[in-house]
């Protein structure tokens, strides 16, 4: 497999083709809340390349994994319920959960990855795996 497409861990509720217009057409999750962040993703000659928008989160509240040749990125912060006196919160438009899953190509090396974080932009590098050559086996007599 080459491609890097988007893993959907939760399963769906309507069918794929519809849960795929609701998020990518409406820019909605229906998922536990979780809002899926933009990415852009790089294909280099020795690397796979990925920049995914978390604004106004910090390093310590991004986690990154890779497990069976899945990338997650999962950036939360603790809701903060703001209540002063009978004052309420009515609306809040901030994204507090971002969630975002990737099948990874067979070629992606899950030991050599690098991640950097500035400006509200996650930047990972995801090295390529060496390519092998056949081995020759020698047959004894």
């Known amino acids: 497999m080459n491609k890097i497409v988007t893993y959907r861990p939760f399963g769906t509720t309507l069918s794929p083709v519809w849960d795929n217009f609701l998020e990518d057409f409406f820019d909605i999750s229906l998922s536990d809340n ?3 962040p933009v990415a852009d993703i790089i294909e280099k000659d020795k690397s796979y390349g990925f920049e ?3 604004p106004g989160f910090t390093e310590n ?3 990154v994994r890779i ?3 899945v990338l997650t990125v999962k950036a939360e912060k603790e809701t903060k319920e703001e209540e ?3 004052d309420k919160h009515i609306i809040s438009e901030r994204v507090e959960k971002y969630y975002r899953s990737f099948i990874l190509p067979e070629k992606a090396d899950e ?3 690098e991640a950097k ?3 509200g932009i996650l930047a990972l ?3 390529k795996k060496e390519k092998k050559e056949p081995k020759k086996v020698e047959i004894k007599k």
């Open 34 to 36: 979780f809002k899926k």
């Open 111 to 113: 030991e050599n990855i």
């Open 117 to 119: 974080f500035d400006n």
């Open 125 to 127: 590098e995801i090295l």
């Open 52 to 54: 995914i928008e978390l």
């Open 61 to 63: 509240e991004i986690d």
């Open 84 to 86: 002063k006196g009978k």
């Open 67 to 69: 497990e069976k040749n």
